[in-house]
């Protein structure tokens, strides 16, 4: 894993290819907490673009909880990218990238994701990808497409800090 720190005060973004492995027990979020506008940080929209040579673009606007004073620096964004190959969905071994697209206070933050296939192997297919936004450790918000892929590869309730 090779984190990216955007300049700034910006939060964290980790490309992770899917090590679902934890060595602490999950700490469940507090129930429906992003439906209800209670977690610090929560997913507003995910759009996934492709382009003709089989990359994609993913872009994932996060809102802060207005009523909670955001440390950017305890902010984790995990993104996870799925393939599939022949009837089994596998972790990606395509390149990933990111970058900030909009970092102002006060608006969502919107950062870009891009999954970039080494080649094209007609065996192998985009699968779908999983997001996971944390504050603090804890997991404030999930989304995943297809939603199969939430179930399937499920993110840890927490993470620390070196993860």
Avoid at 80 to 102: C, H, M, R
Avoid at 135 to 151: A, N, W
Wanted: glycine share 6%.
């Amino acid at each position: 894993m090779h984190p990216i720190q955007a300049s700034g005060d910006s939060p964290q973004i980790d490309r992770f290819l899917g090590d679902h492995s934890s060595e602490r027990p999950p700490r469940q979020p507090p129930a429906d907490a992003a439906a209800n506008g209670e977690a610090a940080l929560q997913i507003v929209n995910d759009t996934l673009q492709d382009a003709e040579d089989g990359s994609k673009k993913l872009q994932v606007a996060i809102k802060a909880n207005p009523k909670e004073q955001i440390d950017s620096t305890q902010e984790k964004i995990q993104v996870y990218f799925y393939d599939q190959d022949g009837e089994e969905i596998v972790p990606s071994k395509a390149q990933v990238t990111s970058k900030w697209l909009n970092w102002k206070s006060g608006e969502p933050q919107l950062v870009e994701v891009s999954y970039l296939p080494e080649s094209v192997d007609p065996g192998i297919k985009f699968a779908g990808y999983v997001i996971a936004i944390y504050y603090k450790g804890d997991l404030q918000d999930c989304r995943s497409k297809p939603s199969r892929l939430q179930k399937q590869f499920e993110p840890k309730y927490y993470i620390g800090t070196d993860e």
